[in-house]
């Protein structure tokens, strides 16, 4: 194979009405998206079937999001294994001071990893008597964000165990369940409303309060309206997405006394979670008190903190919440402190402690790793361009994308954690050795930036399906450079993804074993009529053909009689009639758009 130059030209996409047109740019990045999909997946697809797994009996699936997806797990997963412990020390003592007694930690700048050190820490501390340094500080803290759909599967994936896509099923049937209806759209890709909603917000926290559950919580008169980048009412943080948070639905919210009883349980636990994320988002800041102590023992520093509420605004939300920094010492209530005031230490000990891997990625966790692309990326000034974008994938499509992979035998369910299996670690082995880029998320995240531009108006759609050409070009001439060699542990990989042989379609054309291995590949015709059927199969082998390197003529016709010696035909009525099907251009534009230009790796 020895792919030339792509570009596009589309024929399909003719220009938006002028009452439509504040819909053009989403339409375009969506047809952007579409063909990307197409000329990325299909042909990458094809391409490393033949040049990495020639003779082997398993297909080389490739996807623009799907496979930096299943990296991002096998590099976690290496991590994991690859992990060696090590052991340090910390030393924690007993401070005392005449309005009681804490806690004081040794808190040097590195650890202390041979014990005898710790021991030196433990000698000087035992009865030392000095005066302590206190600083106390008011400290506000604003209320989360509202929900979007990754965080809502994050949230009920740490907190009740859900897959990501129990998630958006649930959210979806309160979206547009019969008899519900009761939040907004589910899959949301911003945190931000829009500043029209504010008049709102009156009637939803009323029909809320209605409940028993949601009246407990205090809500201020009047509400705490936040506007901005830092608050939940902000116009400009709307800018190219088409779904705002998700909230409570302010025409349906009067009719939830009704509504409730008809939910499940799991469908009332994700409304609360929803609906108390609106109430704290109008609820004051969280205000408390930070206390620092600090002691220096002999030149050893040792640390004591603690927080005091003053004001539990919008922590009244959550009453059953803690969060994780204020578990643990940070969690301790100090007595009355006085700067300058003496203290002395006892009971010195030391904690032996290990460094502990990075924990497996949940549902929630890979899609939030998803959303958040740029972390995978090196350089620096990409990083802070594509924290603008949202990552790689939408959330639309994220649950589905971590699905395939299960079912395609690359991923596992290991307790509420996500694993790959030896076939994806394989496949991920493989693929990055031919060329990492195919595995790096940063490149699909690059991409999606593009695709999200061409909604912004900052890039032309044409422009970004040709950048994507250009990647897709790259990496195939890489793949064509690459040993060949089989691939045995593909073969073996459970699940229902199922792939025919590689080789099956040089070796055999019988009616069997195309339909076969397009059912392999998960495409299929239509279900009514034969046309319909030879639609998809045309459009299929185009890709197939070019894919594997079988040249397409210069014309539609040259083009139709290839593919066509390869189609089944049950009709006995010789060849022309099927060109002539062809010739007349009853495909579908973007079809025929392939035919001439001699399908994806022109």
């Excluded at 400290?139 to 990754?150: F, G, M």
């Excluded at 690459?482 to 025919?500: E, K, V």
Aim: charged share 25%.
């Amino acid at each position: 194979m020895s792919p030339r130059a792509c570009s596009f030209t589309p024929v399909c996409c003719s220009a938006p009405r002028p009452i439509n047109s504040e819909y053009s740019r989403i339409y375009a990045a969506a047809v952007a998206r579409r063909q990307a999909d197409q000329i990325y997946n299909l042909s990458l697809t094809r391409t490393a079937t033949v040049s990495l797994g020639k003779g082997a009996p398993g297909v080389i699936g490739i996807g623009r999001v799907k496979t930096p997806t299943l990296a991002i797990v096998c590099r976690r997963e290496l991590e994991i294994r690859n992990f060696v412990p090590v052991a340090y020390f910390e030393v924690v003592a007993k401070a005392k001071v005449p309005s009681g007694e804490f806690l004081m930690r040794h808190a040097p700048q590195e650890r202390i990893l041979q014990r005898a050190k710790a021991q030196e820490v433990v000698d000087s501390a035992d009865g030392f008597a000095g005066p302590l340094a206190v600083r106390v500080e008011e400290k506000r803290q604003k209320p989360p964000k509202l929900h979007d759909l990754p965080s809502l599967q994050k949230l009920c994936g740490s907190r009740f165990g859900w897959s990501a896509a129990k998630t958006l099923e649930l959210a979806q049937e309160l979206y547009d369940g019969q008899g519900k209806k009761i939040i907004t759209y589910p899959r949301a890709e911003v945190r931000y409303l829009p500043e029209n909603a504010i008049d709102d917000a009156p009637k939803i926290v009323a029909g809320l309060r209605e409940g028993q559950t949601f009246r407990a919580i205090p809500m201020p008169e009047p509400l705490h309206i936040r506007n901005g980048a830092a608050g939940s009412f902000h116009d400009k943080g709307l800018e190219g997405a088409s779904h705002h948070a998700v909230i409570p639905n302010v025409n349906t919210i009067g009719a939830l006394r009704d509504v409730w009883p008809r939910l499940s349980l799991d469908e009332k636990k994700l409304f609360d979670v929803i609906a108390r994320a609106y109430l704290a988002s109008l609820m004051p800041d969280f205000r408390y008190r930070q206390t620092s102590v600090t002691l220096d023992v002999r030149g050893f520093p040792f640390r004591a903190a603690g927080c005091q509420p003053i004001d539990m605004g919008w922590r009244a939300a959550f009453p059953e919440w803690t969060p994780a920094e204020e578990k643990g010492d940070e969690a301790q209530l100090l007595p009355a402190l006085r700067d300058g005031e003496s203290a002395k230490l006892s009971e010195p000990k030391i904690e032996a402690k290990e460094t502990r891997p990075p924990p497996r990625y949940n549902e929630g966790g890979l899609i939030e790793a998803m959303q958040n692309a740029w972390r995978f990326v090196d350089d620096e000034a990409l990083r802070e361009r594509l924290k603008e974008a949202k990552g790689i994938g939408t959330p639309a499509t994220r649950a589905e994308i971590i699905g395939g992979l299960k079912r395609q035998g690359f991923l596992t369910a290991q307790g509420k954690n996500i694993v790959p299996t030896e076939a994806g670690l394989s496949l991920f082995d493989v693929l990055r050795r031919a060329d990492p880029d195919l595995v790096d998320p940063g490149v699909t995240a690059r991409m999606e930036y593009l695709l999200d531009d061409v909604v912004l108006g900052k890039q032309e759609m044409v422009g970004a399906i040709d950048a994507v050409c250009e990647v897709a070009q790259r990496i195939i001439g890489k793949l064509t450079e690459s040993p060949r060699g089989g691939l045995p542990l593909l073969s073996g990989r459970g699940g229902s993804g199922t792939r025919p042989q590689a080789s099956s379609m040089k070796s055999r054309a019988g009616n069997r074993t195309l339909r076969r291995d397009l059912r392999g590949h998960g495409l299929r015709g239509h279900a009514g009529g034969r046309r319909g059927r030879r639609k998809r199969f045309i459009v299929v082998f185009i890709f197939y053909m070019d894919a594997f390197g079988a040249p397409l003529g210069a014309d539609k016709a040259k083009g139709a009689a290839v593919i066509d010696r390869r189609l089944p035909s049950k009709s006995g009525k010789g060849r022309k009639r099927r060109e002539r099907h062809v010739r007349k251009s009853k495909l579908r534009p973007n079809v025929c758009w392939h035919i001439q230009q001699h399908s994806l790796l022109c």
